[in-house]
C-alpha cells in the first residue's frame, strides 16, 4: 500500500484525502444505522412488516437510478447538486428530536413507527443520487491499477470507524432504549458535513449531456433502450448483473427474516447484535487490502463466485442455530456457537461484497460510463427491493425460518452457476 501511495498523482492524492475524510465520516453514520432496524423493532415496537418496509426504503428508491442518472447527465455542478440533495434528505431526522422517551408512550403507537419510517424513506432517497456520483468521481481521478486498492483502503478506514460506532451506540441503547432522538439528529449534521467533503473531490467534465431540449422522460426511455443495448452489447455485463439479481434475491428475502429471528427467537440485546456486526466488520477489514488487489487481477465474475459463497455459507450456520442452540454469556453478550462460523463467513462476504457491489460494474465500462453503469445496477437492485424484503417476512410466516434459508441458498447456487459459466463463455 505505501508503494502506491508514493505513486500517486497529484489529482489522485487530493481525491484520495477527501475520499479518506469522507469514509471516516461515513463510517459513523453507517455505524449507527447498522442498528437501525434494531431500534424500530425493540425499542419503537414496529411490526415485522415494518422491518420487512424499513428494508424496502434503504434500496426500492434504486429503482429511479436511472432517472436520477438523467438529472446527474445534464447537471453541470454536481457538487452544487449532491450538496442540495444532503440537505434535504438529512435535515428532517431533527423531527425525531420530538419523539417519545419511555415505553409507556410508544405502547400501542404504530404512529411514531410509520413516522420513523418516512423519515427515512426521505433519508435513503439520496443514495440514488449520490451512489453514481462517488463512482464517476473516483473513476475520474484514480487510474486503473490504482481504483481497487485505493477504495479498499478507504472502506477499511470506514469499516474501522464504523464498528467503533456501532458498540458504542449499542451499548448506549442497552443503557437508554430511547437515546436515538438524539443520536439520529446529530448523525444528520455528519450527513451533510460528508456530503460537503466529497462535493470537494475535482470532477473533470468530458462532455455534458446537453439533451435537456429533449424532454427528461423521453431522455429516461432513452436510457432504458440504451441499458437494454448495454446488456445485448456486453455480455461479460449482463451476467454479471443476472448473477447479482440471484444473489440479490436471497439477500432481500433473508435480510428482514434475520431481524426478526435474531429479537423474536434468540432475544439478543444491543449489545449483543453490536458485538456480532463489530465481530464480522472487523475481520472484513483485515481482509479489505487482500481483496482489494484481488479484485484488480481477477475477473469480477469470479469475484462474485467467491462473495456468494460466503453468503451461502452464512445462511447455512444460521439455519443451524435452530438445531444447535448452545451459548455462552460474556459481559452481557450471548454468543451462540453456531454464530461463530455465521459470521467468520459473513466477515468474508462483507469484505468482497464492500468492493464488488459498488466498484464491481466499473470494471465493465469506459471511465466516462462509469455512472451510467452503476445507476443501471442501482436500478436492478431497487427492483429486487420492490419485493424481496416483504416477500421473505411472508415465507417466514407462511412456510417457517429454515424453508426460507433454503430458499434463498438455491438462489445464491444458481448465481454462482451464472458467473462460473459465463467466464467461460463471455471472457472479458
Given at each position: 500500500?505505501?508503494?502506491?501511495?508514493?505513486?500517486?498523482?497529484?489529482?489522485?492524492?487530493?481525491?484520495?484525502?477527501?475520499?479518506?475524510?469522507?469514509?471516516?465520516?461515513?463510517?459513523?453514520?453507517?455505524?449507527?444505522?447498522?442498528?437501525?432496524?434494531?431500534?424500530?423493532?425493540?425499542?419503537?415496537?414496529?411490526?415485522?412488516?415494518?422491518?420487512?418496509?424499513?428494508?424496502?426504503?434503504?434500496?426500492?428508491?434504486?429503482?429511479?437510478?436511472?432517472?436520477?442518472?438523467?438529472?446527474?447527465?445534464?447537471?453541470?455542478?454536481?457538487?452544487?447538486?449532491?450538496?442540495?440533495?444532503?440537505?434535504?434528505?438529512?435535515?428532517?431526522?431533527?423531527?425525531?428530536?420530538?419523539?417519545?422517551?419511555?415505553?409507556?408512550?410508544?405502547?400501542?403507537?404504530?404512529?411514531?413507527?410509520?413516522?420513523?419510517?418516512?423519515?427515512?424513506?426521505?433519508?435513503?432517497?439520496?443514495?440514488?443520487?449520490?451512489?453514481?456520483?462517488?463512482?464517476?468521481?473516483?473513476?475520474?481521478?484514480?487510474?486503473?491499477?490504482?481504483?481497487?486498492?485505493?477504495?479498499?483502503?478507504?472502506?477499511?478506514?470506514?469499516?474501522?470507524?464504523?464498528l467503533g460506532a456501532t458498540f458504542l451506540f449499542?451499548?448506549?441503547?442497552?443503557?437508554?432504549?430511547?437515546?436515538?432522538?438524539?443520536?439520529?439528529?446529530?448523525?444528520?449534521?455528519?450527513?451533510?458535513?460528508?456530503?460537503?467533503?466529497?462535493?470537494?473531490?475535482?470532477?473533470?467534465?468530458?462532455?455534458?449531456?446537453?439533451?435537456?431540449?429533449?424532454?427528461?422522460?423521453?431522455?429516461?426511455?432513452?436510457?432504458?433502450?440504451?441499458?437494454?443495448?448495454?446488456?445485448?452489447?456486453?455480455?461479460?455485463?449482463?451476467?454479471?448483473?443476472?448473477?447479482?439479481?440471484?444473489?440479490?434475491?436471497?439477500?432481500?428475502?433473508?435480510?428482514?427474516?434475520?431481524?426478526?429471528?435474531?429479537?423474536?427467537?434468540?432475544?439478543?440485546?444491543?449489545?449483543?447484535?453490536?458485538?456480532?456486526?463489530?465481530?464480522?466488520?472487523?475481520?472484513?477489514?483485515?481482509?479489505?487490502?487482500?481483496?482489494?488487489?484481488?479484485?484488480?487481477?481477477?475477473?469480477?465474475?469470479?469475484?462474485?463466485?467467491?462473495?456468494?459463497?460466503?453468503?451461502?455459507?452464512?445462511f447455512l450456520f444460521l439455519m443451524l442455530t435452530?438445531?444447535?442452540?448452545?451459548?455462552?454469556?460474556?459481559?452481557?453478550?450471548?454468543?451462540?456457537?453456531?454464530?461463530?462460523?455465521?459470521?467468520?463467513?459473513?466477515?468474508?462476504?462483507?469484505?468482497?461484497?464492500?468492493?464488488?457491489?459498488?466498484?464491481?460494474?466499473?470494471?465493465?465500462?469506459?471511465?466516462?460510463?462509469?455512472?451510467?453503469?452503476?445507476?443501471?445496477?442501482?436500478?436492478?437492485?431497487?427492483?429486487?427491493?420492490?419485493?424481496?424484503?416483504?416477500?421473505?417476512?411472508?415465507?417466514?410466516?407462511?412456510?417457517g425460518l429454515t424453508f426460507t434459508f433454503i430458499?434463498?441458498?438455491?438462489?445464491?447456487?444458481?448465481?454462482?452457476?451464472?458467473?462460473?459459466?459465463?467466464?467461460?463463455?463471455?471472457?472479458?
Open positions: 500500500m505505501k508503494e502506491i501511495l508514493k505513486n500517486l498523482n497529484p489529482d489522485e492524492r487530493k481525491a484520495f484525502v477527501l475520499h479518506m475524510v469522507y469514509s471516516i465520516i461515513e463510517g459513523i453514520i453507517l455505524g449507527i444505522l447498522a442498528l437501525n432496524e434494531f431500534v424500530l423493532i425493540k425499542s419503537l415496537k414496529g411490526t415485522d412488516f415494518q422491518i420487512g418496509i424499513l428494508f424496502q426504503f434503504s434500496s426500492v428508491l434504486l429503482i429511479f437510478s436511472i432517472l436520477f442518472n438523467e438529472w446527474i447527465k445534464r447537471t453541470a455542478d454536481k457538487a452544487k447538486l449532491i450538496r442540495i440533495v444532503a440537505w434535504v434528505t438529512r435535515l428532517p431526522l431533527f423531527i425525531l428530536i420530538f419523539f417519545p422517551r419511555t415505553v409507556e408512550e410508544i405502547a400501542g403507537n404504530s404512529v411514531y413507527g410509520s413516522l420513523f419510517l418516512l423519515l427515512f424513506l426521505l433519508f435513503y432517497l439520496a443514495n440514488p443520487i449520490i451512489y453514481p456520483i462517488i463512482n464517476l468521481l473516483l473513476k475520474n481521478n484514480y487510474r486503473h491499477e490504482h481504483f481497487g486498492p485505493l477504495y479498499s483502503y478507504a472502506t477499511g478506514v470506514n469499516k474501522l470507524v464504523m449499542g451499548l448506549w441503547l442497552d443503557a437508554n432504549p430511547y437515546i436515538f432522538i438524539y443520536v439520529y439528529p446529530f448523525m444528520a449534521g455528519l450527513g451533510i458535513l460528508s456530503v460537503y467533503v466529497l462535493a470537494a473531490i475535482p470532477y473533470h467534465q468530458h462532455d455534458l449531456d446537453n439533451s435537456g431540449r429533449q424532454g427528461i422522460w423521453v431522455s429516461v426511455l432513452d436510457s432504458l433502450k440504451n441499458m437494454l443495448r448495454i446488456f445485448r452489447e456486453n455480455k461479460p455485463y449482463r451476467d454479471f448483473e443476472t448473477g447479482f439479481a440471484l444473489y440479490g434475491f436471497a439477500w432481500m428475502t433473508t435480510v428482514a427474516v434475520i431481524t426478526i429471528y435474531f429479537e423474536k427467537g434468540l432475544h439478543l440485546s444491543y449489545s449483543s447484535v453490536a458485538f456480532y456486526k463489530n465481530a464480522y466488520n472487523l475481520l472484513s477489514i483485515l481482509m479489505f487490502p487482500f481483496f482489494g488487489k484481488l479484485i484488480g487481477t481477477i475477473d469480477p465474475r469470479k469475484f462474485g463466485v467467491y462473495t456468494f459463497l460466503s453468503l451461502f455459507l452464512y435452530q438445531v444447535f442452540s448452545g451459548n455462552t454469556v460474556i459481559l452481557g453478550v450471548t454468543i451462540y456457537y453456531t454464530l461463530i462460523p455465521a459470521y467468520l463467513s459473513h466477515a468474508v462476504f462483507a469484505a468482497t461484497m464492500g468492493l464488488l457491489w459498488y466498484i464491481g460494474s466499473a470494471y465493465f465500462s469506459k471511465n466516462q460510463e462509469a455512472a451510467e453503469y452503476q445507476s443501471i445496477h442501482l436500478t436492478m437492485t431497487g427492483i429486487r427491493a420492490l419485493y424481496g424484503p416483504i416477500l421473505g417476512v411472508l415465507f417466514y410466516r407462511w412456510f430458499f434463498a441458498m438455491v438462489a445464491l447456487l444458481a448465481a454462482m452457476a451464472v458467473m462460473s459459466v459465463s467466464i467461460r463463455k463471455h471472457p472479458a
